[in-house]
């Protein structure tokens, strides 16, 4: 009776095991080929077995191998390709055309016998760290280590070409020993290297533009260069007439040299520890977007010279003035030109205290510490880091408000006739739009009158009237440097009839859409019943969010997390069909979200086994994915319905096939009494 006593318990402890605990991923890899027999996308996890009737990997496609691919092995057959431990080479092993992404080693040694790095041959490899290249390589390709996790690798004498956005993106990048004497280094090369601390270029450089975008490193050229010359890691032109680039790690203060009459437009832009910054009196043009991701710089000085800061507006303002009510239906730093063109005006520059100007400028006068045209109707700059803002009475556009500021209130001179300040906010004259919101403020009560808050919310990425961020067409990016930080909770007065709060988050009059979660708020957050949409920036910089619940009443959502430092969990309810999921956290993107600079950490994502539409963009690659695994389902590049989705094989591929963790939900927990 024991016996039998115990078998049961044993049956039953077995099947609860099996109910209880999700089976874990183990998806295969997939290959799709040409006709000729050229393989052109690669998708899953695993290690890849290469048939003997492969003749190549399409090179246009290379970026399309969106596998977990651990190590290759091709068929000693195979008339044109060879693996060597689990690398994969042309037949002779003069190009090494793919190292596995999901490879655990964090050392490799490439082969005496390669001649050339293919294209995306290393881009997106998770552990590599230290790469040796061989002497006698000639060609790295284009994307070839872009978005890996490198820290330290050599370039050989015998390299004579480095592809366009060769280390794009490599963010872990430190050291780079360069013997080569290339001529040109250009297409992003090493954009986003932000740790890379110095590089050599050589003798033999005839062109480097557009190579070192939100790139640390001091450079240095060889003293018999006939193009450029450097100065404490600071790059010129050879004749000391154009500032080329000064160094994002660089620290301190720097007077630009009296011999540059030109700078380049990427020279200064993500400098993070400039402190101060002082113009020449050559200097006739300086755009204000040049100093995006300036974030520590606290001095600005400009020279009685300058004439244009931006769109050319100076000289003729009154084209600005003329699309006014154009401007108030835009909720971002827009400037329109005479042809209706718009430009984007967001300079991450939060620490600026002072802003001089030379003595007899003509177009531009300095009022309460701001930088204004010349009779003061167009605020250019202002000093973000003071304590208050005082607008001058004349002022009827204000460029760039969507900064992150130290201002406790704004101040407005009753006979201004387009501003108001009310409990220190700056709103329009109705006081129905906030203008700049006091980054100091903790606590908001939204007016009778106010029915736009737009300034309150980190709108990271923006549908606009001719496509989307990741599409076609026109783009914008506003208000994502936190401008309300500190902002912990959100009420109403009673005599709004366009917004309601609840537990100090922002919802519409009925309560049916989410508006704004304050930034500051701590802890998790579920969601009402009830609640029919949010605002997809709603979350956005929500730095102490731990988690978040969405109800099933949202049967289709898009919810932007970048900047939710905190947050570890999300749960997607029964009944919702579509989720667009961004985090913001890839490498490229970085440059536009300066002010979510930490990234974010999400350890669990729970999809309903209701969902039909599936996006997910920018989420950190350690997260797990618990979902049902359902082959019928298929995604869009935008979270919806539209002529852009396509079928996937399943929930699991799909998001393994984008380098997330994943676990199946197939299996739900029942609770049985015994």
Same mark, same amino acid.
């Given at each position: 009776?024991?016996?039998?006593?115990?078998?049961?318990?044993?049956?039953?402890?077995?099947? %609860?095991?099996?109910?209880?605990?999700?089976?874990?991923?183990?998806?295969?890899? !997939?290959?799709?080929?040409?006709?000729?027999?050229?393989?052109?996308?690669?998708?899953?996890?695993?290690?890849?077995?290469?048939?003997?009737?492969?003749?190549?990997?399409?090179?246009?496609?290379?970026?399309?191998?969106?596998?977990?691919?651990? +190590?290759?092995?091709?068929?000693?057959?195979?008339?044109?390709?060879?693996?060597?431990?689990? $690398?994969?080479?042309?037949?002779?092993?003069?190009?090494?055309? !793919?190292?596995?992404?999901?490879?655990?080693?964090? *050392?490799?040694?490439?082969?005496?016998?390669?001649?050339?790095?293919?294209?995306?041959?290393?881009?997106?490899?998770?552990?590599?760290?230290?790469?040796?290249?061989?002497? /006698?390589?000639?060609?790295?390709?284009?994307?070839?280590?872009?978005?890996?996790?490198?820290?330290?690798?050599?370039?050989?004498?015998?390299?004579?070409?480095?592809?366009?956005?060769?280390?794009?993106?490599?963010?872990?990048?430190?050291?780079?020993?360069?013997?080569?004497?290339?001529?040109?280094?250009?297409?992003?090369?090493?954009?986003?290297?932000?740790?890379?601390? +110095?590089?050599?270029?050589?003798?033999?450089?005839?062109?480097?533009?557009?190579?070192?975008?939100?790139?640390?490193?001091?450079?240095?050229?060889?003293?018999?260069?006939? *193009?450029?010359?450097?100065?404490?890691?600071?790059?010129?032109?050879?004749?000391?007439?154009?500032?080329?680039?000064?160094?994002?790690?660089?620290?301190?203060? !720097?007077?630009?040299?009296?011999?540059?009459?030109?700078?380049?437009?990427?020279?200064?832009?993500?400098?993070?520890?400039?402190?101060?910054?002082?113009?020449?009196?050559?200097?006739?043009?300086?755009?204000?977007?040049? %100093?995006?991701?300036?974030?520590?710089?606290?001095?600005?000085?400009?020279?009685?010279?300058?004439?244009?800061?931006?769109?050319?507006?100076?000289?003729?303002?009154?084209?600005?003035?003329?699309?006014?009510?154009?401007?108030?239906?835009?909720?971002?730093?827009?400037?329109?030109?005479?042809?209706? @063109?718009?430009?984007?005006?967001?300079?991450?520059?939060?620490?600026?205290?002072?802003?001089?100007?030379?003595?007899?400028?003509?177009?531009?006068?300095?009022?309460?510490?701001?930088?204004?045209?010349?009779?003061?109707?167009?605020?250019?700059?202002?000093?973000?880091?003071?304590?208050?803002?005082?607008?001058?009475?004349?002022?009827?556009?204000?460029?760039?408000?969507?900064?992150?500021?130290?201002?406790?209130?704004?101040?407005?001179?009753?006979?201004?006739?387009?501003?108001?300040?009310?409990?220190?906010?700056?709103?329009?004259?109705?006081?129905?739009?906030?203008?700049?919101?006091?980054?100091?403020?903790?606590? @908001?009560?939204?007016?009778?009158?106010?029915?736009?808050?737009?300034?309150?919310?980190?709108?990271?990425?923006?549908?606009?009237?001719?496509?989307?961020?990741?599409?076609?067409?026109?783009?914008?990016?506003?208000?994502?440097?936190?401008?309300?930080?500190?902002?912990?909770?959100?009420?109403?007065?009673?005599?709004?009839?366009?917004?309601?709060?609840?537990?100090?988050?922002? *919802?519409?009059?009925?309560?049916?859409?989410?508006?704004?979660?304050?930034?500051?708020?701590?802890?998790?957050?579920?969601?009402?019943?009830? $609640?029919?949409?949010?605002?997809?920036?709603?979350?956005?910089?929500? +730095?102490?969010?731990?988690?978040?619940?969405?109800?099933?009443?949202?049967?289709?959502?898009?919810?932007?997390?970048?900047?939710?430092?905190?947050?570890?969990?999300?749960?997607?309810?029964?009944?919702?069909?579509?989720?667009?999921?961004?985090?913001?956290?890839?490498?490229?993107?970085?440059?536009?979200?300066?002010?979510?600079?930490? /990234?974010?950490?999400?350890?669990?994502?729970?999809?309903?086994?209701? %969902? @039909?539409?599936?996006?997910?963009?920018?989420?950190?690659?350690?997260?797990?994915?618990?979902?049902?695994?359902?082959?019928?389902?298929?995604?869009?590049? !935008?979270?919806?319905?539209?002529?852009?989705?396509?079928?996937?094989?399943?929930?699991?591929?799909?998001?393994?096939?984008?380098?997330?963790?994943?676990?199946?939900?197939?299996?739900?927990?029942?609770?049985?009494?015994?």
């Amino acid at each position: 009776m024991k016996r039998a006593g115990y078998k049961l318990f044993i049956l039953i402890a077995v099947f %609860l095991i099996l109910v209880i605990i999700p089976e874990k991923a183990d998806a295969k890899v !997939y290959t799709e080929s040409r006709k000729t027999g050229e393989i052109f996308r690669i998708t899953g996890t695993g290690s890849l077995f290469i048939d003997a009737d492969v003749t190549g990997i399409e090179k246009v496609y290379a970026s399309d191998w969106k596998a977990n691919i651990t +190590k290759i092995n091709v068929s000693k057959k195979n008339k044109y390709l060879t693996s060597k431990n689990g $690398v994969l080479y042309n037949k002779k092993m003069t190009e090494l055309i !793919y190292y596995p992404s999901y490879s655990k080693r964090s *050392y490799f040694k490439v082969p005496g016998t390669v001649k050339t790095i293919g294209r995306h041959a290393f881009a997106g490899s998770r552990y590599l760290k230290k790469v040796v290249l061989n002497k /006698g390589l000639k060609k790295i390709g284009e994307s070839a280590f872009e978005n890996s996790s490198i820290n330290t690798i050599n370039i050989p004498s015998s390299v004579k070409e480095l592809g366009e956005k060769c280390f794009s993106g490599c963010m872990e990048l430190k050291t780079v020993d360069n013997s080569a004497e290339l001529t040109e280094i250009s297409g992003s090369t090493f954009k986003n290297c932000i740790k890379l601390k +110095k590089l050599n270029l050589g003798s033999s450089l005839i062109s480097v533009y557009g190579s070192f975008y939100n790139c640390g490193a001091e450079l240095y050229v060889g003293a018999k260069n006939e *193009y450029y010359k450097t100065v404490d890691g600071v790059l010129y032109t050879k004749n000391m007439r154009e500032l080329i680039n000064y160094p994002g790690l660089k620290k301190g203060d !720097y007077k630009l040299p009296d011999k540059v009459i030109a700078i380049n437009e990427e020279a200064f832009q993500y400098c993070h520890n400039l402190k101060r910054l002082a113009l020449n009196e050559n200097i006739t043009e300086f755009r204000l977007k040049w %100093l995006c991701g300036c974030t520590s710089l606290e001095v600005l000085n400009l020279p009685a010279s300058l004439e244009i800061v931006d769109t050319g507006f100076e000289k003729n303002y009154e084209d600005t003035i003329k699309y006014e009510d154009s401007i108030k239906e835009n909720t971002y730093d827009t400037l329109y030109d005479n042809r209706g @063109y718009t430009y984007d005006a967001v300079y991450d520059i939060p620490g600026l205290k002072k802003i001089t100007l030379g003595n007899g400028n003509k177009h531009f006068k300095i009022y309460n510490g701001a930088l204004y045209s010349y009779d003061y109707k167009v605020m250019w700059l202002m000093p973000f880091a003071k304590k208050s803002l005082k607008i001058h009475k004349n002022t009827q556009f204000i460029v760039n408000k969507r900064c992150k500021n130290n201002f406790r209130r704004i101040i407005v001179p009753e006979e201004n006739k387009y501003f108001a300040s009310y409990m220190g906010v700056l709103y329009d004259k109705a006081i129905e739009a906030i203008e700049v919101f006091p980054g100091k403020k903790n606590k @908001y009560k939204i007016p009778p009158s106010v029915r736009n808050v737009d300034a309150i919310i980190n709108y990271v990425v923006r549908l606009s009237d001719y496509g989307y961020f990741y599409g076609w067409g026109a783009f914008y990016v506003g208000g994502c440097n936190d401008v309300a930080a500190n902002l912990k909770k959100i009420t109403v007065d009673k005599g709004n009839k366009y917004f309601k709060s609840s537990d100090g988050v922002l *919802y519409n009059y009925d309560m049916t859409k989410i508006y704004a979660y304050p930034h500051a708020k701590k802890g998790s957050f579920k969601i009402p019943d009830g $609640v029919q949409s949010i605002n997809p920036d709603a979350f956005s910089g929500a +730095k102490y969010l731990t988690g978040l619940t969405l109800p099933s009443s949202l049967k289709s959502v898009a919810v932007h997390v970048a900047g939710c430092a905190s947050l570890k969990n999300i749960t997607f309810k029964e009944g919702i069909k579509t989720v667009y999921l961004y985090g913001g956290n890839e490498p490229d993107e970085i440059s536009y979200y300066t002010g979510f600079i930490g /990234g974010i950490n999400i350890k669990n994502i729970y999809f309903p086994s209701t %969902l @039909y539409d599936i996006t997910i963009d920018g989420i950190n690659k350690s997260a797990v994915f618990h979902a049902y695994d359902k082959s019928a389902k298929h995604t869009t590049s !935008y979270g919806q319905e539209s002529d852009d989705s396509h079928s996937i094989r399943s929930t699991k591929d799909y998001i393994i096939d984008n380098g997330y963790g994943y676990k199946t939900r197939n299996v739900r927990f029942v609770e049985y009494k015994i």
